[in-house]
């Protein structure tokens, strides 16, 4: 273990450090043990602490933000799960987020994956990606580090930290730049984000999976710099997957996903992911489902101001009387596995008292019947 691994990994109630697992500009992902319940979990620990104003209350912004696109969009069953968000001992805010051991950024690079798990890859995170833009948010940093592999090596997306709400207002100077991966507009600063861009992400990284390199990196490592790679983007010239035999099917739905004019490429990340199913199906594979939250179940994307969390005034009607009734008797004498009342249990000295009850309104009928035929009679 580092020095500085024991330095940035917080002290988290609940949760049992045990090694880093990577960092990166704006946070550090730690392994915990939880304590209950028992299991791994990756946890994205922050840089920087939310104590004070100012960078302070940005920080802490931001990581509300993150919190809520993931806890909105995790339920997909090909997005990173989140389990918890809070402020460590510390004053650092982290995630606690579903354990995945690998990505398929490290196992691909300079070694190209299989077509058919290239194809399954993008199809889901196609749907992923559909059911976060219905809801209103551009992840806005796709690319092959950010598809990682789950316990069941199954692909699911990660690191929303600077997803951006679409019809929101983004902060000025905020913008997303993974050169290899990144659109036309967005590398000349046209564009911070949109659909449009998000699919040529998505088709930059299935290509990288491909080939082993992002689309316009060049073998000769001299001519990958920055700006030589940005001017490769910019003039966008597709170039097939190099080496590869019966890939042309799979290089015309990439090409039209790279396509330098937004327009051009696919207009959703469902009609790519329909694109890249037809691809299974031409190719004898099995045809991956294109998971999509209904409309009715698309989470919502109203942001909560900062430091106010939860409903101001509670929306919970007042119980009536005859519920509270109910409510009282039920904490009294309990409920069944079905939620049924409980018989209320029988008292001793009631029940001698019924008895007794009972019995003298057994003597009074006799006596009634007695003075009937007797006295009564006459």
């Known amino acids: 273990m580092s020095a500085r691994a024991s330095i940035n990994a917080p002290a988290i109630p609940g949760f049992s450090y045990v090694r880093p697992l990577g960092a990166g500009g704006f946070a550090q992902v730690f ?3 939880q304590d209950m319940p028992r299991r791994l979990v990756a946890i994205k620990v922050l840089n920087g602490s939310v104590a004070g104003d100012g960078a302070g209350a940005e920080l802490r912004a931001t990581f509300e933000s993150e919190a809520d696109v993931m806890a909105r969009l995790s339920s997909h069953p090909s997005v990173v799960s989140i389990y918890e968000a809070s402020i460590s001992l510390e004053g650092h805010p982290y995630l606690a987020m579903e354990f995945c051991p690998g990505s398929l950024g490290q ?18 995170i196609a749907g992923a990606l559909e059911t976060a833009h219905r809801s209103g948010v551009l992840h806005r940093d796709i690319k092959p580090s950010n598809v990682l592999l789950t316990t069941l090596g199954k692909p699911a997306l990660s690191d929303f930290g600077i997803a951006h709400v679409l019809g929101g207002r983004q902060a000025e100077g905020e913008l997303a730049m993974s050169i290899p991966w990144s659109a036309p507009e967005v590398v000349q ?3 911070s984000g949109s659909v449009a861009t998000e699919v040529w992400s998505l088709g930059a990284t299935l290509y990288s999976f491909a080939s082993g390199r992002s689309p316009f990196e060049l ?7 920055r700006a030589k790679l940005s001017e490769r983007i910019a003039k966008a010239v597709y170039q097939g997957i190099p080496g590869a035999q019966g890939y042309e099917h799979f290089d015309e739905v990439i090409a039209r996903a790279l396509r330098r004019l937004p327009h051009e490429r696919y207009a959703s990340m469902a009609e790519f992911g329909e694109a890249l199913q037809a691809l299974q199906r031409a190719y004898g594979f099995d ?5 999509v939250t ?8 109203e942001s909560v101001e900062t430091g106010t969390r939860g409903p101001v005034v509670t929306s919970v009607g007042r119980a009536t009387r005859a519920e509270a009734r109910a409510d009282m008797l039920a904490q009294k004498r309990g409920t069944d596995d079905d939620g049924l009342l409980l018989d ?7 029940a001698g008292l019924i008895g007794a009850g009972a019995a003298l309104a057994g003597v009074a009928a006799i006596a009634v019947v007695v003075w009937a035929l007797t006295g009564g009679a006459g």
């Open 294 to 301: 209904p409309d009715a179940w698309v989470p919502r994307t």
């Open 287 to 291: 045809v991956t489902p294109l998971e």
């Open 107 to 124: 196992l691909t690079k300079g070694k190209p994956a299989r077509l058919v798990d290239v194809l399954d890859a993008g199809v889901r």
């Open 344 to 350: 209320r249990p029988a008292s001793p000295l009631r």
């Open 189 to 191: 600063l046209e564009s």
């Open 219 to 225: 073998a000769d490592r001299a001519q990958n710099t």
């Open 31 to 33: 392994l915990y043990e």
